[in-house]
């Protein structure tokens, strides 16, 4: 299980940082991004994800919080 984990950890880290649309929102509890990217499933299909992460105020400790399929239509 745990090297399931560390694919999907890998493969969300890659997304991330090759995303090609990034939007940001302040909130009153801090900043949040979603990042729109292409991801290469281990079977090898591609897919489009939106990933979503958040820094807490003064912390600036960003926290990853879910990513779902996008389908291409995510407006950044």
């Not at 990042?35 to 912390?59: H, N, T, W, Y």
């Not at 919080?65 to 995510?74: D, K, L, N």
């Amino acid at each position: 299980m745990s090297e399931r984990l560390g694919v999907l950890r890998a493969v969300l880290l890659g997304t991330a940082c090759s995303a090609w649309g990034v939007k940001t929102v302040r909130t009153r509890y801090g900043l949040k991004y979603v990042l729109a990217g292409g991801m290469k499933s281990p079977d090898g299909r591609d897919a489009q994800i939106s990933i979503v992460c958040f820094v807490e105020g003064r912390e600036g400790r960003l926290k990853f919080v879910t990513a779902y399929p996008s389908e291409g239509e995510e407006k950044l």
